[in-house]
DNA sequence: TCTATTATTGGACTCAGTACAATATTATCC
DNA sequence: GGATAATATTGTACTGAGTCCAATAATAGA
């Protein structure tokens, strides 16, 4: 049974991988993210540190895994769309695709309990990454359809616009705890937001103040 | 003689500081900054390991001093800005008063040699805790502006827009190498990308091509 | 020169992450 | 079921970043 690549979106469930998982969670919750270490995180789980290993690159994958997740299912969408296509109205509409099926108890770890945890500085790099990631998949897919290079000016600031704009609905929409709306519309928003243009979002911000 | 905060503007010339930047940059490029350690750094610096935490906070701070600069100085900038000003404007004008200064020579290192020094993943990482911050930064200015929470969803997504877009110029602007334009002109265009809109950006790209 | 401040150093430590070989566990095929 | 191959788990040993704290050197100011 391979634990398959890092980021396995398949999920063979109650296995080392799910234990694993459990176990960090509660750690972080009690002590902490940076207080909580490997060991103890496999102690608990009941297995080798070295597992931990086998599942995870690095501590801070545990805090991402919802949001991994998520960033595979887009990269699946986007390479299904078939060249010629509306760039931006594709783009939109796979990110929804993906966001559609999240549920509240799909909320990223790092996340959710940032204060409880304490993890604010610790865990925003490494949620990052995931920022970073998610904006190359942007720019190939932006390149492909626009027929430019991936490392374009035009293409790399709109794919790490509407990245960072991703981001912060993820975000905020983690931060309102329970009774949120669903995360689609905290994505609607942020996409209107970059789509429209920064001049007129703004200006009808401070307008409407 | 205080060695100030980690990311100093001032430059007392040739002190320890001075010596720790040579001397990584050069086993940088010999190396690749994977396989450089601090005491080798220190080392050849002629200072102790402890001497180098003095000055940096972690070993990829060295790369990027330059940008840390820009940054630190687009705070101020930022700072200066009274209320009431058009959001949008404002900070395209500070920006580009940050980086009017930056020349050919104030490269960062990380950019620079990304081929040679094979820094493409390690520093990624460090870079993007860069566009966090001044993510912060523009966050906080526009929430000022637009008198709105600073993790309100349409501040925080126009910031990280922002931050992105303006990270896309350095990177692609660094990547240009001998020859390049100034970096005003690629932030320019960054700029008017998110500005605008990308919905237009980019219908525009694909109806040129 | 004396003194307070700050820079530098030494030493000991924790912990994440890597490498690799050894062993256990499960699946597959006959 | 039993042999065998594939994969999961573990043990051991290691590197190197980053932290802490106390000791000492260097410098500035009076």
Redesign the interface.
Known sequence: MAPASHNAVGRPRTSSRTVIEDAAAELFLENTYALTTIEQITQRAGVSRNTFFNYFGAKSDVLWVELDAAIDRLAVELREIPNGQ???AEMRAATMRVVSDIGVDRVPLALTQVDVMGTAEET??SG??R??RR?DLIADF?AR????RS????V??????????I???W??WA?DGIGRRPLSD?MS??FD???????????A??SV?
Chains 1, 2 share one sequence.
Do not use: C, K
């Not at 359809?145 to 430019?148: A, H």
């Not at 790399?156 to 704009?165: D, F, R, T």
């Open positions: 509306p760039a931006l925003r790099v990052l990454a920022l970073a904006s932006l359809q626009l027929q430019r490392d374009d000016l035009l790399l600031s709109a794919a790490n616009a509407l990245s960072g704009a981001s912060a609905a975000t905020v931060r905290y928003e942020a937001v970059v789509s429209t243009g920064l001049s007129s979002a703004l200006a911000a401070s103040e």
